[in-house]
């Protein structure tokens, strides 16, 4: 429920609210949990599913019925003129005028003296349905199986996408851990010389120090404030790419709720438990169903050489007069069934060498996926190798933090009763900062290298 009203203030709450609300503290399922709801990729990814499942029914839509209403109007200009050649010869028809001509002459007096009988009238009216169903369409019923794989290849997709997003969220994360560490850290390496430079003023007020060795310490404190910036900006930019990845504003303000060493109590369970099965990457996913697609086209390419069969039929009402276009109607249905019968015999040879550039296509995928395989493989194997120097970095780092932590000690008690001299302090506080910086960079490089692992294999958790 917690978790739940995190997501809804993150989309309720308005830039000026955010900005002057109290910082809130997220753990990395919790930015998780947001980005995998609210990014715009995973958005894209699923209208995409919904899109092609549309356009599968669309596809199942050419197996069914067709009906379409349909109106036509004409009106003749000039009506066309019919000419007739009437020779009743021994039959007696006719009568003849001595021309030789007979009733055609006749017919030519009636009709102004040319012989020309104007036929049709004014208007024409057309209006009817009009149905047709496909019998036999093999490349139609191919197509639906073409969706489904589709479909599966945009679901492969969007888990793509899923697995990336919770890669970068995790980096992102991880960066933000390391930015907010190493500011700590920097942020007591400054105390640590500000309190030795205070301790020379007085030193120096009492006449127990030179000014040098003020300006000195002075110097040396100041060559940290840069570095004191530096971890600001860090951290600022990895929290704004973290609020970019979780899609939520970037007035929000939050800090996030565990540090780098916690992770150090779970590694060496998680180093025992690895895998390498890459059964589940994506990419190699996605080059298989894209290989069914491709099969599936050339046995779509070869059915463009079967025959085709369509039921057709239709149901119309004509009117013709003459005058005014909307008087006088005299509908009369006429209506008509067929079947008509298509079989492809020559097209210039494109359906034959477009089957053999599907074909040849459909070989280079295997050659592709062997390749794809190979480079996968390659990558688990480093990775796995990263996360085992990691550990080993870890522990190495770890202890050389106490080791430095030690010697820092034992300094500063030296140089409290003058014997050691502050160059001897300041290196040690270098060295127990450079440890310290070190032991983080190496815990941050081993969770990076995990969750490279985790994307390669492809089984992250998506279940946030």
């Given at each position: ?84 050649s009437m020779d009743f010869g021994d039959m007696g028809g006719g009568s003849d ?244 019968l298509s079989v492809p015999i020559f097209h210039g040879g494109s359906r034959w ?112």
């Amino acid at each position: 429920m917690y978790y739940k009203n995190i997501a809804v203030g993150l989309m309720l709450l308005s830039a000026p609210m955010l900005a002057c609300a109290e910082s809130v503290q997220l753990s990395l399922e919790e930015c998780l949990r947001i980005a995998l709801s609210d990014n715009p990729t995973v958005k894209v990814a699923d209208m995409e599913v919904e899109r092609l499942d549309y356009s599968k029914k669309e596809v199942i839509g050419q197996l069914l019925p067709t009906i379409d209403f349909g109106a036509n109007y004409n009106r003749t200009l000039e009506k066309q003129t019919m000419y007739m050649s009437m020779d009743f010869g021994d039959m007696g028809g006719g009568s003849d005028n001595g021309d030789g001509e007979g009733g055609a002459a006749t017919s030519r007096a009636r009709s102004g003296g040319d012989g020309g009988i104007k036929v049709g009238l004014d208007n024409s009216w057309s209006l009817g349905f009009q149905a047709s169903l496909p019998l036999i369409a093999p490349q139609i019923w191919k197509s639906v199986a073409v969706s489904d794989t589709q479909i599966l290849r945009s679901l492969e997709a969007a888990r793509q996408s899923r697995q990336a997003l919770v890669d970068q969220v995790k980096s992102a994360y991880y960066g933000l851990l390391l930015a907010q560490d190493s500011r700590i850290v920097i942020q007591e390496s400054y105390d640590m010389a500000r309190l030795t430079h205070e301790t020379y003023v007085k030193q120096a007020a009492a006449g127990a120090a030179s000014d040098y060795d003020v300006l000195r310490t002075s110097v040396a404190m100041k060559n940290i404030e840069p570095e004191i910036i530096q971890a600001d900006i860090a951290i600022k930019q990895a929290r704004l790419q973290l609020l970019v990845l979780m899609g939520v504003d970037s007035a929000f303000e939050f800090e996030a709720a565990t540090k780098l060493a916690d992770y150090e109590k779970t590694m060496y369970d998680e180093v025992f438990a690895l895998e390498s099965d890459y059964s589940n990457n994506a990419d190699l996913k996605l080059l298989d169903i894209d290989t069914k697609l491709l099969e599936q086209q050339v046995a779509m390419k070869k059915l463009a050489f079967v025959p085709t069969l369509a039921l057709s039929a239709n149901y119309n009402w004509t009117s013709m007069s003459n005058g005014s276009p909307v008087k006088n109607f005299r509908w009369s249905p006429y209506s008509m069934v067929g079947i008509t019968l298509s079989v492809p015999i020559f097209h210039g040879g494109s359906r034959w060498n477009s089957l053999k550039a599907a074909s040849i296509q459909a070989k280079e995928m295997s050659w592709q996926r062997a390749n794809l395989e190979r480079s996968i493989s390659m990558q688990v194997d480093i990775a796995i190798d990263n996360i085992k120097l990691n550990v080993k970095q870890i522990a190495s780092s770890a202890e050389s933090v106490s080791e430095a932590d030690r010697a820092h000690t034992i300094m500063e008690k030296s140089f409290e009763i003058g014997a050691a001299s502050y160059l001897d302090l300041r290196d040690s506080e270098l060295s127990l900062t450079r440890a310290r910086l070190a032991y983080y960079q190496s815990i941050y490089n081993y969770l990076i290298a995990g969750s490279k692992l985790e994307l390669l294999l492809g089984n992250a958790k998506l279940e946030y």
